[in-house]
């Protein structure tokens, strides 16, 4: 698992938490099932069978692969529309090339992320390389639907090509952790990421053994999902694995640590609840079901944005898919 790597002992240590500090304990931890998305690439759904009252900000989150692809396997996700919050898509191994309706897109690869802010509505397109189609390869990211509050949600739609070389990268004090802040900010580290909720996102990975207690916001919900790896989570080391959401309570810290005998890639995350009402359907996600039935009908109109010349051969489409 490449994304952005270097030497822990090399880079700027975390504060350990003050010993008056709460330790945040586990509520759930849950299993991510299977499923399959856009033309059809593996995915395991993050947050399945969770309140979004515990997610908020959060709405939706997949884990894409890891899967290794044949020649000609490569598979991506047609047109489609988005209003009302924000796609982060945080690649860990392998290419996306983006495109959308507002004029925003690139190649996302190796630890880069692209967040685009739908707000208002726009149509985009994620795809792997033809080169990439040609020679398949490893094919592993995230991607996670934040939430807009309501005086957002028509916000003018906004991409960020945020390169692996950009992010904060951190040391736990013993130097067992790498830390990567995508966005937010981890003890007076800011991550590049340009956020319109307060969110914190952070790609930890421990070696065998090693573990890691960061201060975390008491305002902000804390939840971990395993990328890969064994481990234990919260400060009475409940049992954690690849393709496992931990939540957490509340409290001043959170608590991640490897097997003896595994790694373990945590992908870290946390945002101020907006404590709205959420109504989600298919790409748009609104505040009441009037506002649902309008963005449908602004779709269909050609409100939300028209597909670049460049891409104009490829028809659009309203399929509820999770890019």
């Excluded at 593996?42 to 939706?60: C, K, Q, T, Y």
């Amino acid at each position: 698992m490449p994304a952005v790597t270097a030497d822990p002992i090399t880079l700027p240590r975390v504060t350990p938490p003050s010993p008056a500090a709460t330790a945040r304990p586990v509520v759930s931890v849950t299993t991510a099932p299977r499923g399959f998305e856009g033309e059809g690439f593996p995915v395991h759904r993050a947050f399945a069978g969770v309140d979004l009252r515990v997610l908020d900000p959060f709405i939706h989150m997949d884990q894409m692969g890891e899967v290794e692809y044949a020649p000609g396997e490569p598979k991506g996700t047609p047109w489609h529309p988005h209003r009302g919050f924000e796609t982060v898509t945080y690649m860990i191994d392998g290419q996306m090339a983006h495109s959308d309706s507002h004029g925003g897109g690139g190649l996302i690869s190796d630890g880069d992320t692209q967040w685009m802010t739908a707000g208002a509505g726009i149509l985009h397109i994620e795809t792997p390389p033809e080169e990439v189609v040609l020679a398949g390869g490893l094919f592993h990211g995230l991607q996670l639907w934040v939430n807009l509050p309501k005086v957002q949600k028509l916000a003018t739609p906004r991409y960020q090509d945020i390169t692996g070389g950009r992010v904060a990268l951190l040391s736990s004090p013993d130097g067992g952790a790498l830390l990567r802040v995508i966005a937010g900010e981890v003890d007076g580290h800011a991550g590049p990421g340009s956020t319109h909720t307060p969110i914190t996102l952070v790609h930890v990975t421990l070696a065998p053994g090693a573990s890691l207690t960061l201060p975390w916001r008491q305002d902000f919900n804390a939840l971990a999902y395993a990328l890969s790896g064994r481990g234990y989570v919260g400060p009475k080391g409940r049992p954690f694995e690849s393709g496992q959401l931990a939540v957490f309570g509340t409290g001043d810290s959170v608590t991640l640590e490897a097997a003896p005998t595994s790694d373990l890639d945590v992908f870290l995350l946390g945002g101020q609840p907006i404590r709205e009402p959420v109504v989600a359907y298919g790409p748009f996600v609104m505040n009441t079901r009037a506002e649902i039935v309008q963005a449908f009908e602004d779709y269909q109109k050609g409100r939300l944005g028209t597909i670049p010349a460049a891409h104009s051969g490829v028809d659009a489409s309203t399929d509820a898919a999770t890019e």
